[in-house]
């Protein structure tokens, strides 16, 4: 792989992808682990292999990463019950993040659920799975449109009070969404669908760069059919001797200051190769030749 900057010997490799400060003092490298691949098929139920994905979490730390993003709703629950069968105690430098307002009745279903009284068992249970006092980053899973949204940042607004939650984050929202619940309290990280070719969510990433708030695109690896055979992507990742996906990567590190992708895998050279992705260069014609691939909403 091409690399381009010499690295300290103390510095992990993820390093390469720069660091962001979420709220005033979570300060984290700006590619994390998602771990929504950890559970079985469909992310439902126990992992195929408990030994490796036991061993893809331990992994994740001793690569330096120290984001990880999960939900209550991985498994249900086998996600943050991994995590911290895995890694807890917790290195001082970890941040876990979680969610919480969906709900899966079955296998492939997700339906939100923003009453206030489940939130609060929501938030309960996560810090209960992942044993922890207080949750560095709650974030809610989706604004369910079937309770007044005051009522659902209301009731993260008492956990925080309470020392339960620290920061609050929100997932699969639009501008005025965010502006809204901003008007209710500081918001420090946004979870939306973005990736090289879905970037439907362009507006809400501006307006998130402008405001200084992390923005965690979910699903960053999805490359379509960019990855043909004899295409700009394919071209760039033989000059730097990667894959198109880790090229994919480079170019969301690339796209904004604020940008902490979080590729998740269930296998520890999947996750070796993401991590691969920080130390990527790509020259401003190409990356502005991959923006150009698909275009903006």
């Known amino acids: 792989m091409t690399q381009t900057e010499t690295q300290p010997r103390d510095m992990p490799p993820v390093a390469r ?27 439902w139920g126990p992992p195929r292999d408990h030994a490796e994905a036991l061993r ?57 659920n923003g009453r206030p009284e489940h939130l609060r068992q929501a938030c309960e249970g996560s810090l209960k799975r992942l044993k922890l006092e207080c949750i560095d980053l709650y974030q809610l899973h989706r604004i369910d449109p079937e309770v007044p ?29 965010i502006v809204r619940v901003r008007e209710m309290t500081d918001i420090i990280s946004v979870q939306n669908r973005y990736n090289l070719v879905d ?17 965690i695109p979910w699903r960053p690896l999805a490359i379509g059919n960019l990855a043909d055979e004899g295409g700009l992507l394919v071209q760039v990742a033989k000059r730097l001797n990667a894959t198109p996906v880790q090229v994919a990567l480079a170019w969301l590190l690339k796209r904004s200051p604020v940008m902490l992708p979080i590729p998740g895998t269930s296998r520890v050279g999947h996750l070796e190769e993401n991590v691969e992705a920080a130390g990527l260069e790509l020259t401003e014609e190409e990356y502005e030749g991959l923006l150009a691939l698909t275009d903006k909403p």
């Open 56 to 112: 893809v979490l331990r992994r994740v730390v001793d690569l330096g990463i120290n984001f990880i993003d999960t939900a209550d709703s991985y498994g249900p629950n086998v996600s943050e019950e991994l995590i911290a069968e895995a890694l807890h105690p917790y290195p001082s430098h970890l941040v876990i993040a979680t969610k919480g307002g969906l709900v899966r009745p079955g296998p492939g279903l997700w339906q939100s």
């Open 199 to 215: 970037r439907r969510s362009e507006e809400v990433l501006d307006y998130c760069e402008r405001e200084g708030i992390g923005f």
């Open 149 to 177: 949204v005051e009522d659902q940042i209301g009731t993260l607004l008492d956990l925080q009070r309470a020392g339960k939650i620290r920061y609050i984050g929100l997932s699969e929202v639009s501008i005025p969404d």
């Open 17 to 43: 992808s720069g660091s962001f400060t979420l709220g005033s003092d979570l300060v984290v490298y700006r590619l994390g682990f998602g771990a929504m691949q950890l559970p079985g098929p469909g992310v």
